[in-house]
């Protein structure tokens, strides 16, 4: 049943919040608590990929009429009392999402992890050049004139950064009561603490504590000292943690700059200081 589906994570801060470390593994260790990561999609006759979730509500072929059907069918059985996370990375920026999750489930709530918009642009800068070393540089992109301090809007990296726009439509159809501002930075420093505020968002029996997590020196990340169904301890893969690539201090004081205002509205929203400033 829908009211079984209470829950969609939106997860913007890229490097940590979108690599396995994430909500839905350590949520994993409450019994109350069940998440579509990890599940097997043939067991619901669909592709492995696409057909997740995120997957269908983002489509421009959303379908309106069968969208909640189709979209009960992608998640995982659960039972009475419990709780379904489902998370897609994109849902916080893309235009529809706020007016069809809302269709479906009003009383759906919503976790929303951010991090320092700046860092968050290089980070994401960085997982491109990964895939693409070919690309031009980090300050080409982000200005449409570096001289006269014009940063480009339009660059994803740079307009996925831009909160408080993006929190404006939410806001029309969910009221803030229902959502829970995450700091990616203190789920760094803290992931026991900030879980702990997100279980009790969630209602949910506080088990998730320190002791369940180490910090890897390496990554500069915490893991999981015992990942979901496994003895091993659980950390971000290869993929994350990668070191940034260096970036002139003045191009960075810029867009600091530029995010000031928008940063500041954001804080006023959602009645919290992320001191990114």
């Known amino acids: 049943l829908i009211s079984n589906w209470r829950v969609v994570a939106l997860q913007y801060?890229?490097?940590?919040?979108?690599?396995?470390?994430?909500?839905?593994?350590?949520?994993?260790?409450?019994?109350?608590?069940?998440?579509?990561?990890?599940?097997?999609?043939?067991?619901?006759?669909?592709?492995?990929?696409?057909?997740?979730?995120?997957?269908i509500i983002l489509k421009d072929t959303y379908p309106e009429v069968r969208g909640l059907c189709v979209l009960k069918d992608l998640m995982p059985r659960t039972l009475d009392g419990q709780i379904t996370m489902e998370k897609t990375p994109s849902y916080f920026v893309t235009r529809e999402a706020p007016a069809r999750i809302s269709a479906m489930s009003k009383d759906t709530?919503?976790?929303?992890?951010?991090?320092?918009p700046v860092t968050r642009a290089v980070s994401d800068y960085t997982q491109t050049l990964s895939k693409r070393p070919d690309i031009p540089s980090f300050e080409s992109l982000a200005f449409r004139n570096r001289s006269a301090g014009l940063v480009d809007r339009s660059w994803s990296a740079i307009q996925i950064g831009l909160y408080a726009?993006?929190?404006e439509r939410w806001l029309r159809h969910f009221p803030a009561r229902q959502m829970l501002?995450?700091?990616?930075?203190r789920l760094v420093r803290d992931p026991a603490g900030e879980l702990g505020r997100v279980q009790d968002f969630l209602g949910l029996k506080r088990i998730i504590s320190d002791k369940h997590f180490y910090f890897n020196q390496t990554k500069g990340f915490p893991c999981l000292k015992k990942a979901e169904g496994s003895g091993r301890p659980h950390c971000l893969g290869k993929t994350k943690g990668r070191p940034h690539p260096e970036i002139d201090a003045q191009v960075l004081r810029q867009l600091r700059d530029f995010y000031r205002p928008f940063n500041r509205k954001f804080y006023q929203m959602t009645g919290h200081d992320f001191g990114w400033d």
């Not at 709530?109 to 320092?116: A, F, T």
């Not at 501002?181 to 930075?185: A, D, K, N, T």
Request: proline share 10%.
């Open 165 to 167: 726009e993006h929190l």
């Open 109 to 116: 709530k919503l976790l929303v992890v951010v991090r320092d």
């Open 13 to 55: 801060c890229v490097g940590f919040c979108h690599g396995t470390f994430s909500f839905p593994c350590p949520l994993g260790f409450c019994p109350n608590m069940v998440s579509t990561a990890g599940q097997d999609r043939e067991d619901v006759g669909m592709p492995k990929s696409p057909g997740a979730p995120g997957d």
């Open 181 to 185: 501002f995450v700091s990616g930075e």
